[in-house]
């Protein structure tokens, strides 16, 4: 595959966007428009595994030349799905439950370019065990943070960090949203080494 072949991230995340530029590889951001709602019964990893290739493959069919990076994030505390709050009073909530246990975030990532007939995509599970928060902990984290849009309402990468006792990964990118050691080795595969191409 041609080294220059033009890169594009299936996201409108700023998160990731920040991520991906540590590769220090030119690319452009593309909304991928795809509906995430979980189909019944889901489980959530299966769940992130399939939004982040449906977002691959929403931008790759509209640039078929390019290689496509889609991702996507999904908390999960005893087998159900903890989204994005959104609000103030569903973030007190999810962290309310959240206390004193452990979380697992299931971080997808997917690669996908159609010129070339490839695709393939990767799951990277980050487990954080939590504080036993009191309510004040909660309401002063919230009001410093504010991580309405952030799965669990756990900003890890920033003040979030306090909230947790241990954090188990083998990819810890993969907490604040895009696995960058699983995405590099899909890029690799796909022909273009972040490595090579930064130099």
């Known amino acids: 595959m041609d080294p220059a072949a033009r890169l594009v991230l299936a996201s409108t995340s700023r998160y990731r966007r920040e991520l991906l530029g540590r590769l220090r590889l030119p690319f452009v951001v593309i909304a991928p428009d795809v509906d995430e709602t979980a189909t019944p019964g ?18 790759a069919v509209r640039e078929p030349q390019a290689i496509v990076i ?11 799905a903890l989204g994005k709050p959104g609000n103030h009073g569903r973030a007190v909530q999810q962290l309310r439950s959240m206390r004193g246990r452990k979380v697992h975030f299931h971080t997808a ?6 010129a070339s007939a490839f695709e393939q995509h990767a799951l ?15 309401e002063r984290y919230l009001s410093l943070e504010q991580p309405y849009d952030c799965a669990g309402s756990a900003k890890c990468e920033a003040l979030g960090i306090v909230l947790a006792e241990a954090i188990e990964s083998d990819d810890p990118t993969a907490l604040v949203g895009l696995p960058l050691i699983r995405t590099s080795a899909l890029l690799r595969a796909a022909g273009l080494d972040p490595l090579a191409a930064a130099a």
Do not use: H, M, W
């Open 124 to 138: 990277v599970t980050v487990s954080v065990r939590f504080r036993q928060l009191s309510d004040d902990d909660i």
């Open 109 to 114: 990532v997917a690669v996908v370019c159609v």
């Open 42 to 59: 889901e489980p959530p990893a299966q769940l992130a595994q399939r939004l982040a290739l449906a977002k691959a493959n929403a931008v």
């Open 70 to 80: 889609g991702s996507d994030q999904v908390a999960e505390l005893d087998g159900a």
